[in-house]
C-alpha cells in the first residue's frame, strides 16, 4: 500500500543550525506532499503543501522540496530558532481509490537548543 | 478563537468503562475527522465523517464508534474502554476531503487504567 517513511525519529540542533528532514514515500502515482508541525500542546497544522506542478513549497522560512526520481520530499531551514522546536510529519495526500484518508508518516521530533 | 475545539482536554477512565470524546467546529467545513497519536505511530485515522448522520471507518476502527449528529459535531465513543486506547486523540476538520488542508483541534489525552 501507500507509505511515506521518515527515519528520523529525533533531531536535536543549536539555534542558527542548518535543519534537513528527510521524508520518502511510496505510491503508484505523483502526489500531493504536505509537512504538518506540531507544537508542544497543540494539534498539527498545515506547514506546506507541493504539488506534482511546483516540486518546491517555502513556508514560514522552511522550504521542501519533491523529487519524484528519489521518491524523496525532503523539508530544510537553513537556520533555526528555538521556536521551531515541535514535530515534523510528512504526509501523503490520498489515493485515487482511497477517498479522504491523509497517510502521516512517523514524525521527526525537533529539538533546538538555544 | 479555536475553530476546532475538543473535550474535554484530558480524561482518565477505567477498563471497561464507556468513554465519549466531543469535538466541535465552527468552520462550517464537512468533513471531519478522528485520529490517535501514539509515539512511534504518528496518527493515524479512527473514523471520518463528510455529512451528518452518516460516518465510515479508517484505518483503526475497532473498538471505537463515531457519531455526527450535525455538521458541527463529532463524537468518538468507546464503549468498553480498554489498557491499549490510552493515547491522544485529534479531531480535525476539512473543507474538502482530498488534499484539503485539515485543521486540528488541541486533542484530548485519554488514559485509561
Known amino acids: 500500500g501507500d507509505s511515506v517513511t521518515q527515519m528520523q525519529g529525533q533531531v536535536t540542533l543549536s539555534e542558527d543550525d542548518f535543519l534537513f528532514i528527510n521524508c520518502t514515500y511510496s505510491?503508484?502515482?505523483?502526489?500531493?506532499l504536505f509537512w504538518y508541525v506540531q507544537y508542544p500542546g497543540e494539534g498539527p497544522q498545515l506547514l506546506l503543501k507541493?504539488?506534482?506542478?511546483?516540486n518546491k513549497g517555502i513556508s514560514r522560512g522552511f522550504e521542501a522540496t519533491y523529487d519524484k526520481r528519489t521518491t524523496s520530499f525532503h523539508l530544510q531551514k537553513a537556520s533555526v530558532q528555538e521556536s521551531d522546536s515541535a514535530v515534523y510529519y510528512c504526509?501523503?495526500?490520498?489515493?485515487?481509490?482511497?477517498?479522504?484518508?491523509?497517510?502521516f508518516g512517523t514524525g521527526t521530533s525537533l529539538l533546538v537548543d538555544p | 478563537e479555536a475553530a476546532v475545539t475538543q473535550s474535554p482536554r484530558s480524561k482518565v477512565a477505567v477498563t471497561g468503562g464507556k468513554v465519549t470524546l466531543s469535538c466541535h467546529q465552527t468552520?462550517?467545513?464537512?468533513?471531519m475527522y478522528w485520529y490517535r497519536q501514539d509515539t512511534g505511530h504518528g496518527l493515524r485515522l479512527i473514523h471520518y465523517?463528510?455529512?451528518?448522520?452518516?460516518?465510515e471507518k479508517g484505518d483503526i476502527p475497532d473498538g471505537y464508534k463515531a457519531s455526527r449528529p450535525s455538521q458541527e459535531n463529532f463524537s468518538l465513543i468507546l464503549e468498553l474502554a480498554s489498557l491499549s486506547q490510552t493515547a491522544v486523540y485529534f479531531c480535525?476538520?476539512?473543507?474538502?476531503?482530498?488534499?484539503?488542508?485539515?485543521?486540528f483541534g488541541p486533542g484530548t489525552r485519554l488514559t485509561v487504567l
Open positions: 480535525a476538520s476539512s473543507e474538502e476531503g482530498g488534499y484539503a488542508e485539515q485543521f
Open positions: 505510491t503508484t502515482w505523483y502526489p500531493t
Open positions: 507541493v504539488t506534482t506542478a511546483n
Open positions: 504526509v501523503l495526500e490520498p489515493s485515487p481509490n482511497m477517498g479522504y484518508k491523509l497517510t
Open positions: 468552520n462550517n467545513h464537512d468533513y
Open positions: 465523517s463528510y455529512v451528518a448522520d452518516s460516518t
